[in-house]
């Protein structure tokens, strides 16, 4: 038996056996053409193709693993959409009237290597992307399907590393583990891993090397250890540690239909956050008490043209219906920043988290706001919605948005289509202005929703996605946690109910201070509902 280190980004055991993501090498050559202009026309289909294909995966890995881990698919998008990039690639076309696998090819050690030299960790981690999506680019050029691995039965996954594109399109039912030489806890492919709640191992270095494909293995995700052709007394102490898992997870089955209730009687909500309709399997099969988040987004970023009205009544009421008279937190539109549909024609802007984006957008773009707003309140006739308004900022932009709803409501009854007239509207506080005006924003509306990725990044001044500033993005922070419990006083003092929807919502070492402060409702991802249902109830 041969143990080899890593660190942890996933936990969870596994057994099987190994098989190495093997990746296509492209055997690029140069060679003269006689029309350049026609390689550039090659090189734009293949662009535009790959551009689609990223914006399929984007769609695929938020309905999968959430927005905030299919954010690098957006990345890769600009990038290929980066001027500086195809100025590149069809500069070498035409100057050198070279074919465009060469240019391609060119450009991306070019760019990797600039990439790879700058002082910046998170530039420099963007080295592998240029190569990653330029890998795409050569794919679709080459007529070469992607790499993977072959098994008929579910294998262990060991590569150097896995690139997010790489990672989203495996199929989750053929794999018990990752294992990679490369990698860190923050990487993208450990995020995704986590959220796929599949056991990952990174960092082991070059002691598993492709020698061991086909071989037999055990992984242990929460110590980071892999066990090459584990002997008897590792197996069985693995299986027990496995066992009192499976175990954990039967005892939380308790809790499964019973209130969210504290020893001493105070009722908490316990809600999920999902990204589209295909999620509902699971916030049913978790338990959930209601949809604390819908991000309506999805719609957007899967289409090509901005979704019709009835496409959007479709999926609400789909949702809606499911949850069988249960509240169901709708958000609206919050494109933006980095969430990008490319026939929204965004301007590019220097720092786009504080730019057009969410309400921005929807209140300077009134046509597509008052779409939404339309199939919002036709789905309300087939069950409890509730909408929510996101990156809230002054009552201004709340007097502007209730103009819109009356206008809306307004419309409905004159052609006499059914809805709710009595829609709860709620806003978003994730901004450091609208926990501050809480006081005043809070007798406008039914309900507010903290959404505390946002808030911490904000209040921080730390870019939440920056991974070289990551030991300064304290969530923790006094200064959080005070806007929080002064949104919370304005919202009870104007007799509303508050829920708190981002990452912190399930966060183990603030349950007891959320509920001092009287959170009426936490929103979490479905697989977490039971355990916070479990530590609630036995506080």
């Not at 053929?174 to 923050?186: N, P």
């Not at 009134?366 to 087939?382: D, G, K, M, N, V």
């Not at 502007?400 to 806003?427: C, H, N, T």
Request: aromatic share 8%; with cysteine.
């Amino acid at each position: 038996m041969t143990v080899i280190h890593g660190k942890s980004a996933c936990t969870g055991i596994a057994f099987g056996k190994i098989r190495y993501f093997l990746r296509n090498a492209f055997q690029v050559e140069k060679h003269a053409v006689s029309d350049p202009e026609a390689e550039v026309k090659r090189f734009e289909a293949a662009r535009g193709q790959a551009v689609a294909e990223l914006a399929m995966l984007y769609a695929k890995a938020t309905k999968e693993v959430g927005e905030e881990n299919s954010l690098l698919f957006q990345i890769h998008q600009m990038m290929l959409e980066d001027l500086d990039y195809c100025e590149s690639v069809t500069g070498i076309i035409r100057e050198e009237k070279a074919n465009a696998e060469y240019a391609v090819n060119e450009t991306a050690k070019r760019f990797a290597e600039m990439f790879s030299n700058m002082d910046d960790e998170y530039m420099r981690g963007r080295a592998a992307d240029v190569q990653d999506v330029s890998r795409r680019v050569l794919g679709i050029l080459t007529g070469t399907t992607a790499g993977g691995f072959q098994s008929d039965e579910p294998v262990i996954i060991a590569a150097d590393d896995l690139a997010p594109s790489e990672t989203v399109q495996l199929d989750k039912k053929k794999i018990l583990a990752f294992v990679t030489a490369g990698g860190s806890e923050s990487s993208h492919t450990a995020i995704l891993a986590r959220t796929m709640g599949i056991p990952a191992i990174i960092g082991v270095g070059e002691a598993l090397n492709e020698g061991w494909d086909g071989r037999e293995a055990a992984v242990d995700g929460s110590t980071g250890e892999v066990y090459l052709e584990p002997d008897e007394d590792t197996v069985s102490r693995l299986r027990l540690k496995e066992k009192k898992d499976q175990e954990y997870r039967e005892l939380l089955e308790q809790y499964r239909g019973k209130e969210t209730v504290t020893r001493s009687g105070q009722r908490v909500l316990l809600y999920a956050n999902i990204g589209s309709p295909e999620d509902m399997e699971a916030v049913l099969a978790n338990d959930a008490e209601g949809i604390g988040l819908f991000r309506s987004e999805f719609l957007y970023l899967e289409s090509q043209d901005y979704p019709t009205e009835e496409e959007q009544f479709q999926a609400y009421k789909t949702v809606a219906e499911k949850m069988n008279g249960k509240r169901v937190v709708i958000r609206t539109l919050d494109i933006g920043a980095d969430k990008q549909a490319a026939y929204f024609h965004l301007p590019k802007e220097e720092n786009p988290a504080m730019g057009m984006r969410a309400i921005r957008l929807c209140l300077t773009r009134p046509e597509i706001f008052h779409t939404q707003l339309r199939a919002l309140y036709r789905a309300s006739a087939y069950g409890k919605i509730a909408i929510l308004f996101p990156m809230i900022t002054s009552v201004q932009e709340v007097r502007r948005i209730q103009k819109a709803v009356s206008e809306v409501k307004e419309e409905l009854s004159r052609e006499r289509i059914p809805f709710d007239p009595a829609v709860e509207l709620g806003l978003m506080i994730e901004t450091p202005a609208a926990a501050v005006i809480s006081d005043r924003l809070a007798p406008l509306v039914d309900f507010f929703s903290v959404g505390t990725n946002d808030l911490t990044q904000y209040t921080l001044a730390v870019d939440r996605q920056n991974e070289q500033a990551a030991e300064f993005c304290d969530k923790h922070h006094e200064a959080i946690l005070r806007l929080i419990e002064f949104a919370a006083k304005s919202a009870h003092e104007a007799g509303i109910w508050i829920g708190i929807c981002g990452e912190l919502g399930a966060d183990p070492e603030l349950t007891s201070t959320f509920l001092k402060m009287s959170i009426d409702e936490l929103s979490v991802s479905p697989s977490a509902i039971l355990p916070l249902r479990s530590r609630i109830c036995q506080s």
